[in-house]
């Protein structure tokens, strides 16, 4: 049977999560929750192995993530899995993604916190490139060992992360759904093109050309996917971002993300050629 995993992602990080464990467990299709949310309906039981792939925001789940597995059908015969990628700490994601999933039927069999750089350009700049290049260095690695536990089927204990009092779950939960109205903090400089990749790029469908200018409305995510990828680097939150670096995962390219937003979500799904294992994931292996 084949496998499927969704992911969410507005670096690309975590679509490289994604891909990473699909070339390795084989047979596995890789596809886009900003486009899998739109559709009424999934037939997930073809599949043998189901994964969830997302960044942590906040110390939670993205609330897309949330509102996609909510609309699933799950059940216990299949294997689950789920990987939350973080750049400063896991928080309650997986202990959230095991909740709902149970919710729906099911049983998250695995959960697994993935290290990437850290992204949120509205709170910090890029790290060094130097010590990116270190931190993906060791994704590869822990991402091979995840995936070895993956083909087997391994059942692993779902961490915590943080612990969730009270006060910290209704911070959490006031912080996630102010996100929309942040939105309306992000706006453009001179150096605009009206170029569009803004618009075609929003994993929400939030940024709408006016001409030839970017408006925001208030279903904002906060992936500032973009800021991380507007060619001209001609979008700012406030006055926070101005003199940040932005950060783009390095295997991913604008092409693969704008393909994450647009595409009809039958028509993104796809095989990975597993024959063709990435040969940076290999060499550290021999």
Known sequence: MANIIFYFTGTGNSLQVARDIANIIGDTKVAAIARAVKENSFDLAAYERIGFVFPVYNASMPTMVSRFIKKLQLNHSRYIFGAAVFGRSRGMALSQLSQFITECGGTLSAGFGVWMPASYIVAYTALPGAVQRVILKREKKKIFVISAAIKEKKSQHVRHGI??????AEYISNAM??????ALNFHITERC??????????????????????NWSTVCEQCVACI?????????????TAKRTRYQNPEITLSDMIF?????????????????????????HK
Not at 163 to 168: D, V, Y
Not at 177 to 182: E, Q
Not at 193 to 214: F, L
């Open 163 to 168: 612990a969730q009092p009270r006060l910290m």
């Open 260 to 284: 994450n937003s647009e595409n009809h979500f039958a028509q993104q799904m796809r095989v990975l050629d597993t024959r063709n294992f990435s040969e940076k994931i290999l060499d550290i």
């Open 177 to 182: 759904a102010g996100f929309g109205n942040m």
């Open 193 to 214: 093109t009206g170029c569009g990749v803004c618009e075609r790029i929003c994993p929400a469908n939030n940024i709408k050309m006016a001409g030839s200018h970017p």
């Open 228 to 240: 991380q990828w507007c060619p001209a680097r001609a979008i700012e939150y406030g006055d926070k």
